[in-house]
Structures are given as C-alpha cells and as structure tokens.
C-alpha cells in the first residue's frame, strides 16, 4: 500500500486554543478564491498544492509513491494533518471516507451516486454524504477527460464551490492540472479541499 507521511511539527499553540482557532480558521464571512495545483512541491514526490489569493501555500499533499493512494493525509503548510482520506473498495464499486485528525469515525462518505454508476464517466456525479443520507453535497465534473474541474453543491442545491481551469492575468488557460477554487462565505474551505483530494484521486491527478 502506497503511503503518504505528514511532517512532524512542533506545535506553536496551547491546547486550550487549539479548538477555537481551529474553528474560526478555515472558514470566513467573505467568498475565498485558491489556485489548486495538482503537483507536490517536492521533487518527484505526487501530490497537491493549494496556495490563497497572497500566493501562500495553505493546504498540500506529499505522496512520495504512486499516483492514486489508497490513503492519504491533508495538511496544512506546517505539516498539521487535517484529514485522512481513505480509499475502500466494495466488489466493484469505490468508496472514500474522510477523517478529521482527531476522529475515529468518518466525518464524510463519497460515492459514486447512483445516476452515474452506468453513465458517462465524463459527467460523473458523486455523492457526499454527512453522518447520515439526509445531510450530504453533491460533487459533479464540469468537463471531460482527466481535469478535475467540478462543481460542489448542498442538499438544497445551493453551490457552496466550483472548481476550474486557471487563466492567467492575461487570459491564457493554464494546463488541467491548475484550478482556480472559489469557495463561498460561511463553508470550511479544508472540508472542501478534503473533497478536492478525493476527486483529484478518483481522476487519478494525485
């Protein structure tokens, strides 16, 4: 099995503090825009990298084996594991879960919804489900081929992120492999960057 191993820090905060800095620091009152890059920053190593809007890597992804691991580790710039993305596999059908760094039980589950099970593997949908079927998102590609553009919407059809090629400032689309991730106010940009992992493993980016 493929691994992917997190840097280990010395952490800079109290336990006390932890919690509620966690809270507040992945979500904000205003629209993010990052630019997702589906390289790792070391050399020949996989991975992905998430820089925001100043240019400053927020989120990545070392693997140092094989594309498409069957468990990976979301971090932030300073090594901090975020969420354990796990791959199982039930016959025929695949199935990610997805662990907060301190959960022993998945925050989320994705799947392939039922629709796109028989479809086109160029429009395919995934669903993301909360705990329960009641609480879930819907991931769906935006193009074909192995770009990982895609839209994120909620339970009520609302879209919470979309995914998709980057131009530059002058207007050239730069490769498949770099998105622009804009990610509305009030939404845990890490949560969505957990499913950006996903999608990129399943179109076998990282």
Not at 52 to 78: A, P
Request: glycine share 6%; hydrophobic share 35%; aromatic share 10%.
């Amino acid at each position: 099995m493929a691994k992917v191993h997190p840097l280990t820090v010395v952490p800079t905060e109290d336990a006390s503090s932890s919690t509620t800095s966690c809270s507040n620091k992945y979500m904000t009152s205003k629209r993010e825009t990052f630019t997702v890059w589906m390289k790792s920053l070391l050399m020949q190593g996989n991975g992905c990298t998430a820089f925001n809007e100043t240019g400053e890597v927020v989120y990545r992804i070392d693997n140092y084996d094989d594309k498409h691991s069957n468990e990976v580790f979301l971090m932030d710039l300073r090594g901090k594991v975020l969420f354990t993305l796990c791959e199982h596999k039930m016959g025929v059908f695949t199935r990610w879960k997805g662990y907060a760094a301190d959960g022993t039980k998945p925050m989320f589950r994705v799947r392939k919804s039922c629709r796109s099970i028989f479809g086109n593997e160029e429009s395919s949908s995934y669903k993301v489900t909360m705990g329960s079927d009641s609480s879930f998102y819907s991931l769906k590609s935006l193009s074909a081929g192995k770009s990982a553009a895609f839209r994120i919407t909620d339970s009520n059809g609302r879209v919470v992120a979309e995914a998709k090629r980057k131009q530059s400032s002058s207007g050239v689309v730069l490769g498949d492999d770099v998105l622009s991730l804009v990610v509305e106010a009030d939404v845990d940009h890490s949560f969505i960057m957990a499913l950006v992992t996903v999608y990129g493993l399943i179109k076998r980016q990282i």
